[in-house]
């Protein structure tokens, strides 16, 4: 398979030269310096390395670049402008739903995806929706109430 | 490294205030001689403060942030004493060029100790602005105040900066500065937003896993493939035929390093070894008669004691150990996750045989320790991939690594007997524990006649700290033990704590929680139970009650109430959340967390074979904080873990009659009576 020259992430084109067997999470850590994208287990378990595929949240660490040239690449860097927040990033402070933040950025891009498959989810369809991710500081309830406040007012995500 | 004199001259002008601690607050922070240091610091530096002439507030302290939230809690401490915003305030931690000496971020210490130490520089560096203020503007020292980031005095207002333009004040105090009492606090015990939390939810925080330097490398270490086995022979000519890849070995240190981290593991995977293996001792199943056959000071075990048992678990910091080394000159700067910056830097000098003034190591933020990030393994092996090859190396372990080449939270045999008066006074109390520890050993209870021994056994893996150390475990079986003695003299288990406990602060958090939970007017219906637990350690007290339902076996833990007293309350919302979180985490412990080992390895290494709390997991989790403005505040990292597994345990004996001695206690579920699920 040929190699990885352009990937469209964060809004921009940007120019690398990868093996398309590279996992999309070293090369957006490795490659990139997109850093924010995080590893946890390396083999899905954990989702702290969720990044948004064409809007849909997708396990870094299982997906070879090559299979993603061409998409639509998100990751946390890329979610709100400069200088600016997500309503989702919003919100994780709001409720204080984090303490080391390790799985932050994999939990916002996932309940990002999650409200924009479901716009006023029910906690049960919160918790259903987040249950592949891992928070070990267990502020499981606080993000649970983060997506909430979100869906909320009006599920702008 | 820099010395304390250099330090401070490069800290350029302004206010400068050094804190030596006092015999009070700070047996932990004394220093003792470092070698190579050109002028070493004074024995009992444990924090110091400057202000610059451009206003700037910054404060030092060799403690780290893990998730605990002590970069806002000791910025909290700062901005209540010198009446500045928290907004005007830096903190820098676990920096062994920059910080003073510290020798961990363990113990729930961090509060106690260096919060009051925090408060005391930043109370004298605010006399020092009053007097600097009553000197230029010559006017009553009286008339000075400090507030909101300006001194001012009669129509004259000065900022911070504007003061110390031109000064170059550098004061060392001793003696205990006045500080702010509770009851007056205004930015202490308030719920101060976690200061770095923009950084960590834009993703632009970098962790130690997220270091990155010119020209590095990312380094491979073979590991055995199974615990004390050593390398017979070592055929390395595959790998090292691989484009951009070193292979490191000296004696049985064997690593590689290459240009990004697929090929570094291409390579490792290349490398061809044969291993001499040792014969386990034992294993998962078996360890618990082993614990007393080990025991150094004999196995007390007596048929009139109830024996309890406790599994191996593993931390599962969600940010594994990561290190990235670099040498110049001799000199090494290591970034890495720990909770002992000055303890790695002194393993690295002993490690490399240089002075420690020639190791710097970073602590950046890291994602979580829970106990587990004491050592320096990815920090020396980094270095030494490093130093073999010239260029900056990463060393990131994976999830299988630190599943098996860290450390775990002990197993443990535990053993409990009582005498219980017919009006339910406990006469007599033994506890016996093998191998989890002494933390929490001591029944918080008020009983006549102790006997409360902690026993080291031989421990077939290696084993340190966790998040209450054996607190957890102890509670779990004298809370558990509690429960069947309730049961036993046929009382509520409310009412036979309550008989026994005359701690005040004790009775405080039991009372609070079971209100909180409406205890006594709980109503049983088929498959479910109620328990309750209580407790005490590291100055923080503890009650929890729990709601089960128990369907086919399967536990459901539906509501927990947790009250916690740890004194004067420094951010409610932070320490509401540390509470919530350990009962999260807690749950993992008290039900299905366990390691699985045999033949000198690890079973479930990976998160799919170990499971860990989900979100399906939890319960509704109410918390109720007592605040004692009249108690110095304590940590509360650790303690609020200690309470859920009993009150889980105790709820599924009421929900099923079953009495289930050993953690965890349901990884396949409850078993029917007579089955063997468990």
């Known amino acids: 398979m040929a190699r990885i020259t352009e990937l469209d992430v964060n809004g921009s084109r940007r120019r690398l030269d990868v093996e398309p067997d590279r ?57 709100a402008p400069e200088g600016k927040l997500h309503p989702m990033q919003e919100a994780f402070l709001e409720a204080d739903a984090l303490q080391c933040g390790w799985c932050t950025p994999g939990m916002i891009l996932g309940a990002v995806s999650l409200l924009q498959k479901n716009t006023h989810p029910t906690d049960a369809e919160i918790v259903s929706g987040m249950n592949g991710h891992i928070c070990r500081c267990g502020t499981y309830p606080r993000i649970v109430a983060a997506i909430r406040s979100v869906a909320g007012k009006g599920g702008r995500a | ?79 209540e004493e010198l009446r500045t915003p928290v907004a005007s305030i830096r903190m820098i931690m676990g920096d062994t060029s920059q910080t003073p000496f510290d020798m961990g971020t363990f113990g729930s210490m961090t509060t106690p100790q260096m919060w009051p130490q925090m408060r005391k520089a930043a109370a004298s560096a605010r006399e020092m602005l009053v007097d600097l203020a009553s000197q230029k503007w010559m006017v009553e020292r009286a008339s000075v105040a400090v507030a909101n980031g300006k001194v001012t005095s009669g129509g004259r207002s000065a900022g911070f900066g504007e003061l110390t333009k031109g000064e170059k004040l550098t004061q060392t105090i001793t003696a205990s500065a006045a500080l702010t009492p509770a009851t007056e606090w205004r930015v202490a015990g308030t719920s101060v937003p976690k200061v770095d939390g923009r950084a960590i939810v834009t993703g632009s925080h970098k962790y130690a896993y997220d270091i990155r330097r010119p020209g590095m490398q990312f380094g491979r270490v073979l590991y055995p493939p199974s615990y004390g086995a050593t390398l017979a022979s070592l055929d390395s000519s595959a790998a090292e035929a691989m484009p951009g890849v070193k292979v490191v070995r000296e004696g049985d240190f064997v690593g590689v390093t290459a240009p990004d981290s697929l090929t570094a593991d291409k390579a490792l995977a290349a490398l061809k070894a044969d291993w001499k293996q040792l014969t386990a001792e034992t294993n998962s199943r078996d360890m618990f008669p082993y614990f007393k056959k080990t025991s150094r000071d004999g196995d007390a075990s007596r048929p009139e004691l109830t024996s309890y048992t406790i599994a191996y678990i593993a931390h599962v910091p969600l940010e594994p150990r990561a290190a990235v080394a670099e040498w110049n000159d001799g000199k090494l700067t290591v970034w890495t996750g720990t909770q002992r910056p000055f303890g790695v830097r002194s393993e690295l000098a002993t490690s490399f045989q240089i002075p420690e003034d020639r190791v710097h190591v970073i602590m950046p933020d890291t994602g979580s320790g829970y106990g587990g990030k004491h050592t320096g393994e990815a920090a020396y092996e980094a270095a030494r991939l490093a130093k073999a090859t010239g260029k900056p190396v990463k060393r990131n372990w994976t999830r299988e690594e630190e599943m098996t080449w860290a450390y775990f939270r002990p197993g443990g045999v535990i053993d409990a007997g009582a005498k219980v008066d017919p009006d339910g006074t406990i006469t007599a109390w033994e506890f016996h524990n093998y191998n989890s520890g002494p933390s929490g050993l001591q029944s918080p209870y008020s009983i006549a006649s102790k006997t409360e021994k902690s026993h080291n056994s031989k421990s077939p893996l290696r084993q340190s700290s966790y998040r209450g150390l054996a607190a957890t475990a102890n509670h779990f079986v004298r809370e558990s033990y509690m429960d069947e003695l309730a049961h036993a003299a046929k009382m509520d288990p409310l009412e036979f704590r309550l008989k026994n406990a005359k701690n005040e602060r004790l009775r405080n958090v039991i009372e609070a929680a079971a ?4 205890w006594k007017s709980r109503k049983k219906t088929p498959g479910n139970g109620f328990g309750i637990s209580a407790g005490f350690e590291k100055g923080g007290y503890v009650a929890c009650c729990a709601e089960v339902r128990v369907t086919n076996g399967a536990v459901k833990v539906v509501r927990v109430v947790e009250a916690f007293e740890c004194g004067a309350i420094v951010n409610p919302e932070h320490l509401r959340n540390q509470v919530e979180g350990a009962v999260a985490m807690g749950l993992g412990g008290a039900l299905f967390e366990q390691i699985d080992f045999a033949d000198n390895r690890i079973l479930n290494l990976k998160l799919s074979r170990y499971r860990v709390p989900r979100f399906a997991d939890m319960p509704v989790i109410e918390s109720v904080l007592l605040d004692r403005k009249d108690i110095v505040s304590a940590g509360a990292g650790e303690t609020p873990i200690v309470g859920i597994a009993p009150a889980v345990g105790n709820a599924i004996f009421d929900a099923t009659g079953q009495r289930i001695r050993c953690l965890p206690m349901a990884p396949k579920g409850v078993p029917a009576s007579g089955s063997d699920l468990v």
């Open chain 2, 515 to 518: 209100a909180k939970f409406d």
């Open chain 2, 1 to 79: 490294m820099i010395t304390r004199r250099d330090f401070i001259a490069a800290l350029g002008g302004g206010i400068v205030v050094v804190l030596i601690a006092d015999d009070s607050d700070a047996q932990e922070a004394g220093g003792g001689a470092r070698r190579g240091t050109r002028e070493p610091m004074p024995q009992n530096v444990s924090a110091w403060l400057h202000i610059g002439e451009d206003g700037v507030v910054t404060a030092f302290t060799g403690k780290v942030e893990v998730g605990q939230n002590s970069r806002t809690s000791l910025t909290q401490a700062v901005a």
């Open chain 1, 23 to 79: 996992t999309l999470l070293s090369v957006l850590r490795d490659d990139l310096d997109l850093t924010g994208t995080k590893y946890g287990c390396g083999e899905g378990q954990c989702a702290a390395c969720t990044v948004l595929i064409d809007g849909v949240a997708t396990r870094s660490c299982l997906t070879k670049v090559g299979s993603v040239s061409g998409k639509r690449i998100v990751t946390i860097e890329g979610l």
